[in-house]
C-alpha cells in the first residue's frame, strides 16, 4: 500500500506496454532483415531505387521518394527494380509453407 505523495512505481498499463514491446516482432535484427529484404514470403521491401538503391513498399512511395530526393531526374518506373521478382526467381526450393513474418508496424498514424 503506498502513502498519499507517494506514487506507484510501474502501473499495470506500462507493465503490459513494456510486455507488449518485448514479446512482439518490430521488425529489427535477424528475422526484421529477411522480412525488410524480401528473402522470406512476405515481405515489405519490394521495389529498389535504382539511384540510391533505397526500399519502398510499393510504385506510389517509390515515386514519392523519387520526386524528393532525384528531382532533376524523370522517373522511370520501368527502371525500378522488383525485389521479390528477383529473389523468388533464385530461391524456388524454398518451401511455400513458411508463415508470413508478423510485424507490426507504428501505432501512431
Known sequence: MTGKAKPKKHTAKEIAAK???????????KAGMADRT?????GHAKFE??????????VKSMQIHHDSKHPKIPFDDTKISNLHATVAAV??????????????????K
Open 19 to 29: 510486455l507488449d514491446l518485448a514479446t512482439t516482432n518490430r521488425g529489427g535484427g
Open 38 to 42: 524480401g528473402i522470406e514470403k512476405g
Open 49 to 58: 531505387c535504382p539511384h540510391c538503391k533505397i526500399t519502398a513498399p510499393d
Open 91 to 108: 530461391d524456388t526450393t524454398t518451401s511455400t509453407s513458411k508463415p508470413k513474418p508478423g510485424v507490426r508496424g507504428s501505432l501512431k
